[in-house]
Structures are given as C-alpha cells and as structure tokens.
C-alpha cells in the first residue's frame, strides 16, 4: 500500500502547478496593461480565470444569464427609454443582427444592386436610429410570424468559437464570435440543434480544423412535419406554440452523433432548449412516445410524459 505522503505529494505537485500558471498569467497581465485598454486588460484577465479554472465556467455563465434585464420607461416628453443587460449568449444574437444592417453604414460589405434605390448608402439615418428600427423590424415580423410554423432555418450567422477537444470531452470553454466571456460546452451542444450558430472547430494547439455548417440541421419540410406533430414546445405545462420553438436533437447531434430526423426531433422553446442542455436534462423516446428525464443531481430518476400539444383530434 503507498504511503499517505504520496497522496498528500501529488495534492502539493497540483497546487504548485497551478500556482505556477497563476503567476504566469499574472506576469502576462502585468507586461500587457501598458499597451491595452482598461477594458481589454479585464477581458484577459477573466479569460485566465477560465483557463484556471474551468469548473466554474458553467456557473458564472448561469450567473451572468440571471443578470439579464430588459425595461421600458416612458418619459413626459412621450419618448420612452429602453435600459437592460444582455449576457454574452444573448448578445451574440442581438449584435450579429444589428451588425448585418448597420455594417455597409459602418465600411463593411456592400452588396448592393444599383437597380434598387435608396440604398443603404444613401438612408440620413445615424447608425443608433438604424440599429432601433432593425430592432423594432426583428419584433414586428416575430409578431406577424404564423403561431403555427417553426422557426426557420435562416437565421443571421452568430459564430461560436471551441476546440474540438472540449467539444469532446464535454467540458471547457467555448466563445461567442465578438464575446469575452467564456460559454459552456453544453450552450456550444445546444446551439448545434439550431442553424443560428456556426461552430468554428479549432485543433488544441489553435489552428482551424473545420467551420460545421448545415449537415446537422432540421429541413423546412421536417420543421412543418414537428410542428404538425407536436403543436409548440412539448416540455410538460408549456404553452408555446410552434413559432416561439426550435428543433431539439433528443439524440444529440455532436455529443452522441444523433440523427437529423422526425421520430429524434422534437419541438422546445428557447427557455426549455436551454434547460434540457445546460441542466443536465434528458429526453427519452419509446416509440411514439416522449418522456423527459430530470437530472440526476435533483435526486429523481422518475420520467415525466411529454404529451403533443396538437388540438386536432387523432382517428
């Protein structure tokens, strides 16, 4: 039997280890604070918690999530205010959007046909007064969207940066494109459901190894098929209907090489989808038959029926 002491040696090796890449990232903060921004230098700083301390990513991604807030304030002039914070995953989608329509105004891409007019180029608008309307255009066509139809595959491009050994491992830290803050690898898996997000997979040492596209997504014609099927998000007492859903993977698409079909497809709304990934939650299938599965930390193993929320009646 070893001696204790080698036990209490490799906890010492362990400390001294990470120690030692303490004050590495120290030292490199330090070298780095004369030529960066205030702002810069913090995001470093936390991307250096993250590496030291990986464990704790999903939590203060939980943590930042919890802080979002959106509100509305009139004001005695009839104007109204908009305040709130959005955490990295949320403006990741709220910031690729905005950029694709104020970018020509900003010296990005221009494609533009000289046929049609006005063009971007020409609009009077500040980019602020751009970047309101595109947002109250983003709610005003939700709000037309048929309650019946799910969300369509085209979505604005949001980028998530990860290395394939974390994807695999399922666990490390993934990054929104034009985000500080560390994801978790179960946001990374979520996302692989939908077509909102190109993962960009990179080898450990950094280069590239491939940008995933749409091998992994959910047909027009499947999105009808599970909306017809199962009515809106089938989570147990939610009521969201097939336009407020996405396509969920209950045979996950990157973690366990799940297939892209109806029979392991099913609808949840973004609140749900996120649960189901970033809690540990599962979804099992027997035959036609959907059942939810808690995770093992809330100390029940019992399955919950996921009913369809379909009105038509069934001969």
Not at 124 to 139: G, H
Not at 257 to 279: K, Q
Request: proline letters at 6%; hydrophobic letters at 40%.
């Amino acid at each position: 039997m070893p001696p204790r002491r080698s036990v209490a040696g490799s906890g010492s090796r362990r400390r001294a280890s990470r120690q030692k890449h303490l004050l590495a990232f120290a030292c490199e903060l330090v070298t780095a604070a004369a030529n960066i921004s205030l702002e810069r230098l913090a995001a470093l700083a936390r991307r250096a918690r993250d590496e030291l301390d990986e464990a704790g990513i999903a939590e203060r991604e939980e943590q930042r999530r919890d802080r979002r807030y959106l509100t509305l304030t009139p004001l005695a002039d009839g104007m109204t205010r908009i305040a709130g914070l959005l955490d990295p995953e949320s403006a990741a989608i709220i910031v690729a959007a905005v950029d694709a329509v104020t970018s020509p105004r900003r010296g990005g891409p221009r494609f533009v046909d000289e046929t049609q007019s006005p063009t971007l180029a020409d609009d009077s608008r500040t980019i602020p007064q751009i970047s309101v309307d595109a947002l109250i255009d983003l709610v005003r066509l939700a709000t037309l969207a048929d309650t019946g139809a799910v969300l369509g595959a085209k979505r604005v491009a949001v980028r998530l940066h990860v290395t394939s050994r974390d994807l695999e491992r399922g666990t490390g830290a993934a990054r929104f494109e034009g985000q500080p803050d560390a994801v978790s690898i179960a946001t990374a898996t979520r996302h692989a459901c939908e077509s909102g997000v190109v993962p960009v997979l990179f080898d450990s040492d950094g280069p590239v190894i491939n940008v995933d596209r749409d091998q992994r997504l959910f047909t027009p014609r499947q999105r009808i098929g599970l909306a017809a099927r199962d009515g809106g998000c089938r989570f147990p007492s939610c009521d969201r209907p097939p336009s407020f859903t996405e396509a969920h993977h209950i045979v996950h698409w990157q973690r366990d090489s799940g297939h892209t079909n109806l029979e392991d497809g099913i609808l949840l709304c973004r609140h749900h989808h996120l649960l189901v990934h970033n809690n540990g939650w599962e979804i099992e299938r027997d035959r036609a038959e959907y059942w939810l599965v808690p995770p093992p930390k809330l100390g029940s193993a019992r399955r919950v029926p996921m009913p369809a929320k379909v009105l038509v009646a069934r001969s």
